[in-house]
T-cell receptor, first 114, second 113 residues
C-alpha cells in the first residue's frame, strides 16, 4: 500500500510568482485535503476535494486554488505569492467521505517565498 | 467559529511519570475530537479519536463536554513517547466537513530517561 506522496519537497519562489504543489493520494482514498502549516503553528485547513470538486474551504483567499484528478491525485496552486505564504503545505487523503475521520498525511512541501 | 487550544507548547517529564497533554476546544455543535502525533522525522499520524474510546500506546483521552476538554493522558511515560502532539477537532456530520480538521498549536512532549 503506497502512502501519500507530495512533490516537490522543498522549493523557493519570489514574491508575486505562482506555485503548483502536487499530491498523490493513498491507494483507495478519494478525498484529499490541503493544509498550511506555518512555523510553530498547527496545520490550518485550506480546502478539500471529493470527486474532483472542491468540497469545503477554510479561510484562504481565492488565489489558493486546487484540482483533483480522476485518479484522486491533487494539485494546490497559489498565485501572486506573498511572503506570508512561506510554510509547510501538507496534503492528506482519506477513504470514502463520512468515514471514521482518520486523515493520512504526506510529508509536506516546504515553500519559501523571498 | 471553532477553535482548539493547547496551552502548553513544551512539556517535559521523566520516564515512568504520568503525563497529561491539555486540549480545550470551543465549538457550538457536537464535535469529533482527535489526537495526532508526529514523531521525529515521521509524518503526522492519527493517535486516537474520542469516538472510538480506545487506548493506543497506553494513551487515553476522554471528551468532557462540560469543560470542553479532550486531555491526553498516559500513566507511565516512555522515552519513545517524545514527539509533537496535536489536538484536532472536526465538526460533526461528515459531508463537507469530512477532511476539515481544526488543529491546536501542538505540544512538544519530551520524556527524559
Amino acid at each position: 500500500e503506497t502512502g501519500v506522496t507530495q512533490s516537490p519537497t522543498h522549493l523557493i519562489k519570489t514574491r508575486g510568482q505562482q506555485v503548483t504543489l502536487r499530491c498523490s493520494s493513498q491507494s483507495g482514498h478519494n478525498t484529499v485535503s490541503w493544509y498550511q502549516q506555518a512555523l510553530g503553528q498547527g496545520p490550518q485547513f485550506i480546502f478539500q476535494y471529493y470527486r474532483e470538486e472542491e468540497n469545503g474551504r477554510g479561510n484562504f483567499p481565492p488565489r489558493f486554488s486546487g484540482l483533483q484528478f480522476p485518479n484522486y491525485s491533487s494539485e494546490l496552486n497559489v498565485n501572486a505569492l506573498e511572503l506570508d505564504d512561506s510554510a509547510l503545505y501538507l496534503c492528506a487523503s482519506s477513504p470514502l467521505a463520512g468515514g471514521p475521520g482518520e486523515l493520512f498525511f504526506g510529508e509536506g512541501s516546504r515553500l519559501t517565498v523571498l | 467559529a471553532q477553535r482548539v487550544t493547547q496551552p502548553e507548547k513544551l512539556l517535559s517529564v521523566f520516564k515512568g511519570a504520568p503525563v497529561e497533554l491539555k486540549c480545550n476546544y470551543s465549538y457550538s455543535g457536537s464535535p469529533e475530537l482527535f489526537w495526532y502525533v508526529q514523531y521525529s522525522r515521521q509524518r503526522l499520524q492519527l493517535l486516537l479519536r474520542h469516538i472510538s474510546r480506545e487506548s493506543i500506546k497506553g494513551f487515553t483521552a476522554d471528551l468532557n463536554k462540560g469543560e470542553t476538554s479532550f486531555h491526553l493522558k498516559k500513566p507511565f511515560a516512555q522515552e519513545e513517547d517524545s514527539a509533537m502532539y496535536y489536538c484536532a477537532l472536526r465538526s460533526g456530520g461528515g459531508g463537507t466537513s469530512y477532511g476539515k480538521l481544526t488543529f491546536g498549536q501542538g505540544t512538544i512532549l519530551t520524556v527524559h530517561p
